[in-house]
């Protein structure tokens, strides 16, 4: 079993930044593939980014490529989510998720559990 926890969400102006944060409950944390997802009112929730186990490989919607950063300390067990020239776009309520497979890293049903997510507003 593992519980999630995200933080650091909150209202910014366009062009700014806000770094995420997810920590984990549990020993096993390294053990799973971590990833973002976002998601807005009446639509489907979004792969933002994940980070593998060791984090050596990471992956981003092309939405965010080249302006969010995941990370992950595995001795802290938590998963961070750098986001720079944030848009009014950007606008969601932002979840972390824990794999155990990570074989469809980008799909919600691959992850086993989920934070309870973190309001992000973007003004234009």
């Known amino acids: 079993q593992v519980q999630l926890v995200e933080s650091g969400g909150g209202l910014v102006q366009a062009g700014g930044s806000l770094r995420l944060s997810c920590a984990a409950s549990g020993r096993t944390f390294s053990s799973y593939l971590m990833g973002w997802f976002r998601q807005t009112p009446g639509k489907e929730r979004e792969f933002v980014a994940a980070?593998?186990?060791?984090?050596?490989?990471?992956f981003y919607a092309d939405s965010v490529k080249g302006r969010f950063t995941i990370s992950r300390d595995n001795a802290k067990n938590t998963v961070f989510l750098q986001m720079n020239s944030l848009k009014p776009e950007d606008t969601a309520v932002y979840y972390c998720?824990?794999?155990?497979?990570?074989?469809?890293?980008?799909?919600?049903?691959?992850?086993?559990?989920w934070g309870q997510g973190t309001q992000v507003t973007v003004s234009s």
């Open positions: 998720a824990a794999s155990q497979d990570g074989t469809y890293l980008y799909t919600v049903g691959e992850y086993d559990y």
């Open positions: 980070i593998s186990w060791k984090g050596g490989s990471t």
